[in-house]
């Protein structure tokens, strides 16, 4: 396939003159599932002139986008919670009252495996009509080996059912199910180790993650986790200074970890921590919206300590019930003060690096050619919209999706 007349966002900077890579009339030329060629029209090789064109009239092309952190897979929602908070209830109290996570932890445990891909698969598609072609799932509303196993094995069936890339992340140490209340380091022993094993036996794991909270684990519940997950060569990953400092960014980076994920409360040693890892920064700010945080994350010093930043939705049902990226990148923008330019790093370039990808992302020869051709002419209008998403047509592993 030949695209000509692009307004092509590489995010590859070498090819243009800033972080968006920009190439004002560009063609790209595609072979199989691979980027073969991207410049400027007037530099397109003889060879691939010939070919049959799709003209992009002057359309913004960019990278497919990348959602590093979702929890898409559950049953049931939490409408009712939100009516709560509204009336003064904080996240933790309800989370302590029972709610919370462990509300949609009773309604998956009831689900079949089938019943969570039927309710999971709209959503994916909202993702996808918002711009993705690669998304990450998170197991975590099971909390038993099987139900985490019929999680993950739902997320992996999203990947067959859809043209999307899923990567899958157990995240069994996502909250402490009432069976082990008050019994932390039984739970990891009994459930969260052995669900890992299993997991990663049937080959259904990518990355490992856990909740580091006062509502949660703490890093000496953590420890055995994380230890496993690099004996078993998975790489790691944190949900980390959300609420709270509990210092587990720099606990992660130590560990190696993709990346540290909220981090709302994150202080200059976990800055200093990620930045010697090249752990990255995924915000998330639909969860700081929606549960109304006030303290914002060191945005301006990460930047000053060189920490790629990605953004990604958080979608689920309690905390972050949102389903598109360029809301969440207008998010990042408008709360966070990214620029737009960042905003298109964080869930393209640095999304990949957050799930350990190093074939997309960019639109460089030798990529996996997943591309979202917008209506718009300027990459900033992705940010800058609220509620209206531009695509005009996605490009799966090069080829067309209708
Ligand atoms: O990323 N922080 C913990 N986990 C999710 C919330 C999940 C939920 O509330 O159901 C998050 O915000
Ligand atoms: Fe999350």
């Known amino acids: 396939m030949l695209l000509t007349h692009a307004t092509l966002a590489t995010m590859s900077p070498a090819s243009g003159t800033e972080g968006y890579g920009l190439i004002p009339d560009a063609a ?21 002139r010939a070919r049959p064109a799709q003209d992009c009239g002057h359309r913004l092309v960019t990278p497919g986008l990348i959602d590093c952190h979702t929890h898409a897979v559950f049953a049931g929602h939490r409408a009712v919670e939100f009516e709560l908070r509204l009336k003064g209830a904080s996240y933790e109290e309800v989370a302590r009252a029972g709610g919370g996570i462990l509300s949609t932890v009773t309604a998956t445990r009831a689900a079949s495996e089938d019943a969570l891909l039927a309710l999971a698969l709209p959503r994916v598609d909202q993702l996808i009509a918002s711009g993705a072609t690669t998304i990450e799932v998170k197991s975590g509303y099971g909390l038993t080996v099987a139900d985490e196993l019929k999680m993950l094995r739902v997320a992996r069936r999203i990947g067959q059912s859809r043209p999307v890339t899923v990567k899958t992340t157990h995240l069994a140490a996502h909250a402490i199910p009432p069976e082990f209340k008050g019994r932390s380091t039984a739970y990891i022993d009994e459930v969260a180790l052995p669900s890992l094993r299993a ?40 949900h980390a200074e959300q609420l709270t400092d509990q210092g587990g960014a720099a606990f992660a980076a130590r560990h190696g970890a993709l990346s540290a994920d909220h981090l709302e409360y994150l202080s200059p040693e976990g800055i200093a921590a990620m930045a010697a890892a090249g752990t990255v920064a995924v915000i998330l700010p639909g969860a700081f ?27 689920n049902p309690g905390s972050s019930p949102l389903a598109s990226l360029t809301l969440a ?6 709360l966070f003060r990214l620029t737009p330019e960042e905003a ?40 800058y919209r609220l509620g209206a998403t531009p695509l005009h047509t996605r490009i799966f592993g090069g080829r067309l999706d209708a």
């Open 289 to 315: 919206y929606t549960l109304r945080e006030s303290q914002l994350p060191p945005i301006a010093a990460l930047r000053a300590g060189g920490v790629p930043m990605a953004v990604a939705t958080d979608f």
């Open 344 to 383: 298109l790093l964080g869930t393209t370039s640095h999304a990949t690096r957050a799930l350990g990808l190093t074939d997309r992302g960019r639109i460089a020869p030798g990529l996996r050619a997943d591309l979202a051709i917008w209506d718009a002419d300027h990459p900033a209008e992705l940010s």
């Open 329 to 334: 990148m207008n998010m990042a923008c408008t």
């Open 28 to 48: 790209v030329v595609l072979e199989g599932e691979r980027i073969a060629w991207a410049g400027p029209m007037a530099d397109l090789p003889a060879g691939y």
């Open 199 to 238: 997991a990663h036996a049937e080959g259904l794991v990518d990355a490992v993650d856990a909740f580091c909270e006062t509502i949660a684990f703490t890093l000496e519940d953590l420890a055995p986790l994380f230890a496993e997950a690099r004996a078993l060569g998975l790489p790691v990953k944190l």
